[in-house]
């Protein structure tokens, strides 16, 4: 169901609570388009990502301020469950009607997640029809989280002083963030593969068009990267994470092979990997320790590399042998552009560094708390929030609830 964000001067409030920091994201209609309203971010100390209750109790006063502070406008936000909370599962079922099938999910989902699935919140999505031993099936996408979960999360916001009027999953905003790519005749037949490497996984997203046709969580983000260097200095993985921002600053990135280009009209919104910005006042990391970094991130890095593989291998199965036709990076971790080059290389796919706040008009001269003139990744799922979540209606799934939030 659409939530008609636009019937309203200004949006709700996106509010990204991720695993490394939060995010606040408004935006307003202007001239057919919208506008940057305002925008926050917080970090989220590293002693409290293992803690929920300080952690949760650091969220809501960190939004309280937020919204005190950065200009936003009402208290009405719209906000993703945290991908930690969230179970994914790719389930194949026989074919029956939308009432049968938000039915039988509780059904087909028990013993499949981390908790009791009778007292989970379901969505599922329809990717789409396949058969299986010459017999047509149904291959859903099921997203659950605990009820305990979504309370604690809810409570939170509340606790912020704010009226939650949505709440999503992130596969939608991320699909609504990018939605401009597939208004062209056709583009419901290319397929791209969204890798959103954040602080504490990694979400893949495939899709035809709008329409979501794979999903999945992969335990692997920033935060092992940063223990794994650490280890490998012989430093706290917060120092780590500086060590890592620093080389990422002062490499020089070569272009990606022949074949390897941006995916945005005329460059709109995205930047061809291999264009990263050389900082001349960058901190500059010696090379032992650059080596030591480099040699201590093979191992996960190939890992995560090989799981999606896996992924491409598993959708290139359901569809037929269907390639992946491009591949967007996104999420905080993307910024170091070595990373998504040694990925797009070894998936062999044209890619591309995903900037979701480039298309957002500004004010000249609009005070902001982030970085305008740099791509900035790590904000797909806020925007995709900030402009209205209706990929429900717009991909023409068919999208259930079995309980409500």
């Excluded at 029956?96 to 999910?105: G, I, R, T």
């Excluded at 916001?157 to 009027?165: D, F, G, H, I």
């Excluded at 970094?293 to 291998?313: F, H, K, N």
Aim: proline share 4%; charged share 25%; net charge neutral.
């Amino acid at each position: 169901m659409a939530l008609g964000w636009f019937n309203t001067k200004v949006n709700p409030i996106a509010v990204d609570v991720g695993t490394s920091c939060i995010k606040m994201l408004q935006v307003e209609p202007r001239d057919g388009g919208l506008k940057l309203l305002a925008a926050a971010c917080t970090d989220i100390p590293h002693d409290l990502r293992g803690k929920p209750r300080e952690r949760d109790e650091f969220a809501a006063d960190a939004i309280k301020k937020m919204l005190g502070e950065a200009g936003f406008k009402g208290r009405q936000v719209a906000t993703c469950l945290p991908a930690a909370h969230v179970a994914m599962q790719h389930l194949r079922v026989a074919r029956m009607s939308d009432e049968e099938l938000a039915k039988a999910l509780p059904f087909e989902a028990a013993g499949k997640l981390p908790f009791d699935s009778s007292r989970a919140v379901i969505r599922h999505l329809v990717a789409g029809e396949v058969y299986h031993d010459q017999e047509a099936k149904m291959e859903v996408i099921l997203m659950a989280a605990s009820r305990e979960s979504v309370e604690r999360h809810l409570a939170m916001l509340s606790r912020a002083k704010t009226e939650v009027v949505g709440i999503h999953v992130e596969p939608n905003a991320l699909i609504e963030c990018f939605s401009h790519l597939f208004r062209r005749k056709g583009d419901e037949n290319l397929s791209t593969m969204f890798i959103d490497i954040g602080a504490g996984s990694t979400h893949v997203v495939i899709s035809h068009g709008k329409q979501i046709v794979f999903a999945k969580h992969l335990a692997f983000g920033g935060d092992l990267f940063n223990r794994k260097a650490g280890e490998a200095l012989k430093i706290a993985p917060g120092k780590a994470s500086e060590t890592r921002v620093a080389m990422m600053r002062q490499a020089t990135t070569d272009l990606l092979p022949a074949g390897v280009v941006s995916i945005g009209a005329n460059g709109v919104n995205a930047h061809p990997l291999g264009a990263a910005n050389n900082r001349s006042d960058a901190l500059l990391v010696a090379p032992e320790a650059v080596k030591k970094v480099s040699d201590a991130l093979e191992e996960p890095v190939g890992t995560l590399i090989s799981e999606l593989e896996l992924c491409v291998r598993y959708y290139e199965s359901v569809f037929g042998g269907k390639p992946v036709d491009r591949t967007l990076f996104l999420g905080g971790e993307a910024r170091h552009v070595t990373l998504c080059q040694k990925i797009a290389q070894r998936l062999a796919l044209p890619a591309t560094l995903g900037d979701p706040l480039a298309r957002l008009a500004k004010d000249n001269g609009q005070k902001c708390g982030v970085d305008l003139k740099s791509p900035q990744p790590g904000w797909a799922i806020a925007v995709g929030l900030a402009q209205g979540i209706r990929a429900e209606a717009e991909q023409k799934t068919k999208v259930g609830e079995v309980a409500a939030v």
